[in-house]
Nanobody
Framework: QVQLVESGGGLVQAGGSLRLSCVAS????????MGWYRQAPGKKRELVAD???????NSADSVKGRLTISRDNAKNTVYLQVNSLKPEDTAVYYC????????????WGQGTQVTVSS
């Protein structure tokens, strides 16, 4: 059974920082590009950042310079460190796994709420 379990969300004041974690089980983690997405109320789910199997990273313009995405293949975990949080960063943050070695498979976590107060 595949599981992506996010943690680290919560309530934080504007200007603060959070580190989100996503632990994957049931997949061969090094075969997957990993990503963080977010969805604010009334808005579409959008990519925040992703990291390839080779460690290349990409991030949305809205968060560029304020975050770091990283992965630890030994722990089957992907991290998202977000600094200088803004109220507009408030959203449910989802972890995603996209298999890029062999067959195509995609998985999503259940999400973790991040609320930034002004």
């Amino acid at each position: 059974q595949v599981q992506l379990v996010e943690s680290g969300g919560g309530l934080v004041q504007a200007g603060g920082s959070l580190r989100l974690s996503c632990v994957a089980s049931g997949i061969t983690f090094p075969f997957y590009d990993m990503g963080w997405y977010r969805q604010a109320p009334g808005k579409k789910r959008e990519l925040v950042a992703d990291i390839t199997v080779g460690g290349n990273t990409n991030s949305a313009d809205s968060v560029k310079g304020r975050l770091t995405i990283s992965r630890d293949n030994a722990k089957n975990t992907v991290y998202l460190q977000v600094n200088s949080l803004k109220p507009e960063d408030t959203a449910v943050y989802y972890c995603a796994a996209k298999r890029v070695v062999g067959r195509s498979e995609n998985y999503w976590g259940q999400g973790t709420q991040v609320t930034v107060s002004s």
